[in-house]
């Protein structure tokens, strides 16, 4: 999936009244309860077919909020304007920036912290490899770490502090399932959500955020039907279509599991089981279920072969 960076929303005018009623080839996987007079930010990171942009178009739509769009390329921005633009009634500005690099990180961080408060920021941007870990270039290794884990801490620390002063404020850091265990072999994605589960619960457990008011939680979704399997070159291992979850139905889980102060959400039961199983399962009794990235009869992939 593309990169795209934190959606940032500001009160608009209400509408109108109407009468009468790669070696690894990266791939990037790129709210609000507010007053007439309150200013709110809702940062989000996400691509135009995954779980930050059907987060968008959910709460920001009809919520009298304008969109701030980052994502590493201006013609990405366009895109997700345009469907916004014909789904909303806000205002929509974009801001080019590449999260994988420092410079990137440097100027969304200066644009949450100068202009008006952030009251939800959604860390949605991800990549994966297409193929494992010996045969990855090291340079793309580090773009998962750089996006996956690097972004998800810079953000987040751009707009906790604020949070935690005005005593309000959410974070949502979208993981994964298999951050609970080996559910990926020779990969390192599923490691990198491991830090990102890790790091939203230390957080959210936290004396001073827990006092605060303040709500971090982590994300934690299967299989869904995102842009990063046809992006990656990956083939699912022809998954049943039990084990595919909705993206509006990741979103409503999640933003129920947000109101409700939780700090993990695992949207539908079949992932709740897998969680528990990957959790408290014996290991040897999970690897025959694991997605091994090194071997062709476990994982069939189009861009490593």
């Known amino acids: 999936m593309e990169l795209v960076a934190p959606l940032h929303l500001t009160p608009s005018p209400p509408p109108p009244v109407r009468q ?11 709210h609000l309860n507010t007053s007439p007079r309150s200013s709110r930010h809702a940062p989000c990171s996400g691509d135009r077919r995954d779980i930050g942009h059907r987060q968008r178009l959910r709460r920001p739509t009809g919520s009298g909020h304008d969109l701030i769009l980052v994502a590493r390329t201006r013609h990405h921005l366009e895109r997700q304007a345009e469907v916004l ?5 806000v205002r929509v500005e974009m801001l080019p920036a590449d999260l ?5 990180c440097r100027l969304v961080e200066h644009r949450l912290t100068t202009r008006e408060p952030v009251d939800l920021l959604v860390n949605n941007a991800g990549i994966m490899l297409n193929k494992p870990f010996p045969q990855n270039d090291i340079t793309a290794e580090e773009l998962v ?5 690097r972004a998800v801490l810079r953000l987040t620390h751009a707009v906790l502090p604020g949070m935690v002063g005005r005593g309000e404020g959410r974070v949502i850091n979208v993981a994964s399932f298999s951050a609970f265990g080996p559910g990926g072999l020779a990969t390192t994605y599923p490691a990198s959500k491991s830090w990102v589960l890790a790091f939203t ?5 936290s004396a001073q955020v827990r006092n605060s008011g303040v709500r971090v939680m982590a994300l934690l979704p299967g299989f869904t039907k995102t842009e990063i399997f046809d992006r990656s070159g990956i083939d699912p291992l022809n998954l049943p ?3 595919w979850l909705r993206a509006d139905q990741v979103v409503a889980a999640a933003l ?20 528990w199983g990957l959790r408290h399962l014996p290991r040897p009794l999970i690897r025959p279920f694991s997605w091994d990235f090194s071997s062709p009869s476990r994982m069939r992939t189009g861009g490593a072969k």
């Open 20 to 30: 009468g009623h790669r070696l690894g080839r990266p791939v990037r996987r790129d």
């Open 85 to 89: 633009r014909h789904r909303t009634v």
């Open 100 to 104: 994988s690099t420092t410079e990137g």
């Open 145 to 149: 770490l750089n996006v996956n884990v």
């Open 201 to 205: 619960e230390s957080m959210s457990r």
């Open 241 to 243: 279509r039990w084990m």
């Open 256 to 275: 129920r599991d947000l109101d409700r102060g939780r700090t993990v959400s695992v949207p539908s039961v079949r992932y709740k089981v897998a969680v």
